[in-house]
């Protein structure tokens, strides 16, 4: 089993930063990649940006490419989301997810409880 905890979700004004962290700890060994995903209120689970294990390839969906970084501290088994030029677009609860790959929720074995991030005007 992996434990996921995600933490730095909070409350900031349009065009403010955040910095998420995922901490994994467990079977870390078959993380095999992390990624982060949201999810609005009424809205379906979307992919926001994943980074493999090994190599450190990075993924990012549209909406956050240029604002965001997914980057990893494999002596931490930790993974951040630095997001910038946050837009009131970007509210969503943010689920750091590991264990698979790609921009399909359902391609991940393993996920945290879940960040609160709140883009205010």
């Known amino acids: 089993q992996v434990q996921l905890v995600e933490s730095g979700g909070g409350l900031v004004q349009v065009g403010g930063s955040l910095r998420l962290s995922c901490a994994a700890s467990?079977?870390?060994?078959?993380?095999?990649?992390m990624g982060w995903f949201r999810q609005a209120p009424t809205k379906e689970r979307e992919f926001v940006a994943a980074i493999s294990w090994i190599g450190g390839s990075t993924y990012y969906a549209d909406s956050v490419k240029g604002r965001f970084t997914i980057s990893r501290d494999n002596a931490k088994n930790t993974v951040y989301l630095q997001m910038k030029s946050l837009k009131p677009e970007d509210t969503a609860v943010y689920y750091c997810?590991?264990?698979?790959?790609?921009?399909?929720?359902?391609?991940?074995?393993?996920w945290g409880q879940g960040t609160q991030v709140t883009v205010s005007s």
């Open positions: 997810a590991a264990g698979g790959w790609g921009t399909k929720s359902t391609n991940y074995n393993y």
């Open positions: 467990g079977r870390t060994f078959s993380l095999h990649a």
